[in-house]
């Protein structure tokens, strides 16, 4: 066992993990953050894409330990006092989700892409997204609803707080 | 009181009521249901495709710490065999087939053991420790070898790999019209083994209520009612003491149309454990252990005039069932046989069907279910009879098409065709695609030896949704009926619950069931509640699949709200002191003709109706209604898709340029939701056409074992398509839909493969084998080269 401390959607947590556990299966098992889902074993889906320090990560890819000092963001950390992100929002109006279980790594993987590249074309939302699989949509409206949501302000506690 | 004003729901895009729990990560999936005391199943499963059990040896798995108990084959023997619903003939070889192998594994993913332990972790590593000897047996893998005489058998016990012949022969006799025919083409297509790939992986959950002897099954299904039913049966708990679950599903596509092994196991360990326990597959173990869709080798021949017109149709198919009957794994290729003859007109149809046992993954529903296939074959051999003629490919199915003013239309294979409209459709998917600009530039492109050729494709289709009446499936031998059940609860404050039998996986039911029926009780879509997916709270019903939950389920749902509003009426009538005949029922408020200040919203009268102190003499206190809906007919929708691909002929690489589809779906309740059922639909017929295929090798190995040797496809390797619709109002159902889950799965591999022929066939290649990768296209057009008589060598390739 080892010991890891690691911030969860803005909460500290510290618990004794084994070396082998992995980030997913930690935020899902130990934590009960089960709003990021395992979709495969290859991390090919991307289901489980989070926010690890900044840069998007397939969660089943990182172990708890890797994580450990490490602030992550998941789809169930972004809307700020009941605001939804611009992403959850555009997934929402541009019936972007049909099952849902690929939304949360879709969301999170397409918010890495609008930090690094705030206008991007339809291509360049597809090949952002190339690691994230949906079964559901046929992708169409995953580009409309990240174009849509592409320069909209992501709401922040210090705009929305009384 | 809220009152209703103005728009109408039904037909407008509303975004989904389903949308908020899972944009933000709050959803229920099987997976995440965690109960104190839970235990962990992970279960060992055969690495070899065929071969005699000689020993299992649990013991030194439960010498592993947190490892609760072991079971093999034999501790199962009490449970009755997985069911299979659909014995297509009579003379069917049903082989037994138990949820964990006893004396022989027949298919790579057979389980052999199953490990308890107190996480998944202990009980993933405690596989390692369970000991198996394996005798090999011979792998089945060729359909066509299977057949014959001295063929190794998968089920030696029955003396056979045949599992069933299942012939349908309408019309005139097919020899008698194919010698009066001027042209006989005759053709073989291969549908390749998909693996259906829903994003959630299946996962079950059982808690048991050791005291009473009741379980909850939590599922990640698509069918709780029959799987309550089945469970019932296999396992022997009481039905009455079942109550099944099926939470959030992250999608279907027909693979969690089945009643699993897995499932049974889960409840028959909750059981005799007395503790509640999980199983939730890996991607790669549901590749072995989910069912497979396809699977099928289709001699296709067709007899026409000079001019092009259809004579007659003759089918034999090869399908593969796999290593054992599912649920309906031999109903998916009969579904097929229906639809066969499309949109046409002939005079002789001739179908055959044998299904073949391998030592593979059973088959079973995979999104269309039978009807691609179908469609797939004669969209590719109009295709090959167009260039026979010397006719457009167009211009050939017009000259055979059912004609708009024909309809009601009795079908060659006898299904009644009631509302269509493929001209309408057709003109509209040529007119956005620029069907005639793109021929010309083919033909200025071909002349100038261009080395990224263009091809165009052509498909139209029609398909048998709204499954089913009752009395069809009594007539294919199908175990089950075709109904579906809805009941409307209308609470004291107004607000209504709808309890529907369907059980949505990702379609959207709980808001257009919202849009039904806040239309038709005239009251705010926001004050409807959709009930659905629990055995306890929507206990009846036939569930999701085969594009039926809107025709039949939203039937019921718009008939039960009728049905409620009768009886609101008689309450309405009797407060307001006026006979029913003149009242009318406008946006949820009744009043009296003449008098529109006497009036009663429908919410009052639900009020008046809870309290009970002035009913009408006799009535029961409640408007609450129910409906069961048995449907009279299928609902055919249909439609005309058009793909351009460009493919580099140096490469082989195909790309595609556009891609347009008019579907008739007939009514529509909520059009973004139909558009997104064919954006998905067409996802996955490209995919089939491009990019999926399940591989074994000649032992029987699944080689295309996990997602990075299987291509789901992504983003980039699909195009933007053109959506549009035409709109001929079914005939069957009072809502006038007809169905769209798998519309764009159906037409859009012939299409895709038609351009992909069309664009190499002045280079001497008739076919390429699916999926079309750039390897095979490449290889069509080397041994096309390679071979002046040209397709023939294509169609070996």
């Not at chain 1, 980030?23 to 395992?38: A, C, E, K, N, S």
């Not at chain 2, 055969?46 to 649990?58: F, K, L, T």
């Not at chain 2, 010397?390 to 055979?400: I, K, S």
């Not at chain 2, 718009?558 to 006979?579: G, Y």
Request: net charge negative; with cysteine.
């Amino acid at each position: 066992m080892t010991r890891i401390s690691v911030t969860v959607d803005g909460t500290k947590y510290e618990d004794d993990v084994e070396p082998r556990l992995l980030l997913v299966h930690y935020l899902r098992d130990r934590l009960g953050l089960t709003g990021t889902p395992v979709g495969c074993d290859t991390s090919n889906c991307g289901a489980c894409t989070v926010d690890l320090d900044g840069a998007t990560a397939k969660s089943c890819s990182v172990l708890a330990v890797q994580a450990d000092g490490s602030e992550v963001t998941t789809v169930q950390g972004l809307a700020v006092n009941g605001e939804w992100h611009p992403l959850q929002k555009a997934f929402h109006e541009r019936h972007a989700l049909q099952c849902g279980y690929c939304t949360p790594g879709m969301i999170m993987a397409a918010r890495g892409l609008l930090r690094e590249n705030p206008a991007p074309s339809a291509d360049d939302v597809r090949h952002a997204l190339e690691g994230n699989l949906c079964r559901c949509t046929g992708y169409q409206n995953i580009v409309r609803a990240v174009l849509d949501a592409a320069g909209a302000t992501e709401p922040s506690a210090q705009e929305v707080a009384p | 009181m809220s009152e209703r004003t103005g728009e109408r729901e039904v037909g407008r895009s509303r975004p989904r009521k389903e949308d908020a729990r899972l944009v933000t990560g709050q959803t229920t999936w099987t997976d995440n249901i965690g109960v104190t005391g839970l235990l962990h199943l992970a279960i060992l499963r055969s690495p070899m495709a065929h071969a005699r059990i000689e020993r299992v040896d649990v013991t030194p798995a439960l010498e592993r710490p947190g490892v609760v108990a072991a079971f093999t084959g034999r501790d199962f023997a009490e449970l009755a065999s997985l069911p299979c619903a659909w014995p297509v003939t009579e003379d069917i070889v049903l082989p037994g087939h138990p949820a964990v192998a006893v004396d022989e594994v027949r298919y790579a993913g057979d389980p052999v053991a199953v490990v308890v332990a107190r996480d998944r972790y202990t009980a993933a590593d405690a596989l390692e420790a369970v000991e198996v000897d394996y005798e090999p047996l011979p792998p089945v893998l060729d359909l066509e070898a299977a057949l014959a005489n001295d063929a190794s058998l998968v089920h030696a016990d029955k003396g056979t790999n045949r599992c069933f012949v299942w012939p349908l022969a309408t019309g005139e006799r097919y020899e008698t019209v194919r010698e009066r025919a001027d042209v006989v083409l005759r053709r073989r297509y291969h549908q390749q083994r998909l693996i259906p790939n829903a994003m959630e992986p299946r996962s079950v959950v059982v808690t048991p209520l050791a005291t009473s002897g009741e379980y909850t099954v939590y599922s990640a299904t698509q069918i709780p009612h029959v799987l309550r039913v089945m469970l019932a049966m296999v396992t022997g708990v009481p039905e009455h003491k079942l109550r099944v679950v099926a939470p959030d599903v992250g999608g279907g596509f027909g693979s969690k149309l089945q009643v699993y092994g897995e499932e049974v196991i889960a409840l028959d360990l909750a059981r005799r454990l007395g503790r509640p326990v999980k199983w939730t597959e890996s991607r790669s173990e549901g590749y072995l252990a989910t069912h497979h869709g396809r699977g099928q080798i289709q001699d296709i021949e067709v007899a026409a005039t000079r001019e092009g017109r259809l004579l007659g149709l003759k089918v034999d198919l090869l399908a593969d069932m796999g290593a054992y009957l599912m649920l309906v794994t031999p109903g998916i290729p009969i579904l097929g046989a229906f639809m066969y003859p499309a949109i046409y007109k002939m005079d002789a149809y001739d179908f055959t069907c044998t299904g073949v046992f391998t030592t593979r993954t059973p088959t079973d529903a995979y999104r269309g279910a039978g009807r691609p296939e179908a469609t797939y074959a004669i969209e590719r051999i109009m295709d090959e009879l167009a260039v026979e003629v010397g006719l457009d490919p167009v211009e050939l199915r017009r000259r055979n098409w059912i004609g708009h003013e024909e309809f009601p239309y009795t079908s060659i294979s006898g299904l009644t065709y009631d509302s269509g409209n493929y001209e309408a459709a057709t003109d509209k998917a040529l007119a956005l695609f620029g069907y005639d600009e793109l021929r010309a530039e083919q033909a200025k492109r071909n002349e100038s030896g261009d080395s990224v050729r263009l091809g165009i494709g052509v498909s139209t289709y029609t398909e048998m949704c709204g499954l089913a009446p009752s009395r069809v499936l009594r007539d294919l031998r199908y175990a089950a009926g075709g109904w579906e059940a809805a009941s409307i609860r209308m609470l004291p404050t107004g607000k209504v619950e709808v309890v529907t039998g369907t059980s949505p996986h990702g379609q959207g039911h709980e808001t257009c069931w919202s849009q039904i029926a806040a239309d038709v009780l005239g009251v705010p879509f926001e004050d409807v509640e959709v009930v659905h997916g629990d055995t306890r709270s929507a206990p009846q019903g036939m569930d999701t699949y085969g594009s039926r939950s809107l025709v039949v389920g939203g039937a019921a749902v718009h008939h039960a709200a009728e049905k409620v509003v009768d009886k609101a009426r008689k309450v309405a009538a009797h407060l307001l002191e006026a006979d029913e005949r003149d009242l009318e029922f406008t946006d949820g408020v009744f009043s009296v003709k003449g008098s529109p200040e006497e009036r009663r919203t429908i919410q009052e009268v639900a009020f008046e109706t809870f309290s009970s102190h002035d009913l009408p003499d006799g009535m029961e206190p409640t408007i609450n209604a129910e409906h069961l809906l048995d449907p009279e007919n299928f609902s055919y929708p249909h439609g005309t898709h058009l793909c351009a691909v460009e493919i580099d002929t140096e490469t082989g690489r195909t790309s595609i340029r556009s891609y347009v589809c008019v579907d008739d779906v007939g009514k529509v309740i909520n059009p973004v939701i139909v558009e997104g059922q064919v954006h998905g639909g067409l996802a996955q017929g490209i995919a089939q056409a491009l990019y999926e295929e399940a591989v074994y090798d000649d032992e029987g190995n699944l080689v295309s074992g996990t997602m990075a040797d299987y291509l789901v496809p992504g983003a980039p390797d699909l195009p933007e398509f053109t959506t549009d619709r035409t709109e001929t109002p079914a005939t069957s159902n009072p809502l006038g839909v007809k169905g769209v889950g798998e519309a764009g799965t159906i037409a859009s591999t012939p299409a895709v493969v038609n351009a992909i022929v069309d664009a190499l066939r002045p280079l001497g290649v008739h076919d390429v084998r699916m999926p079309c990768s750039p390897g095979r296209v490449w290889e069509a057009l080397r041994s096309a080269q390679s071979d002046r008589s040209g397709w023939e060598g294509a169609e070996r390739s």
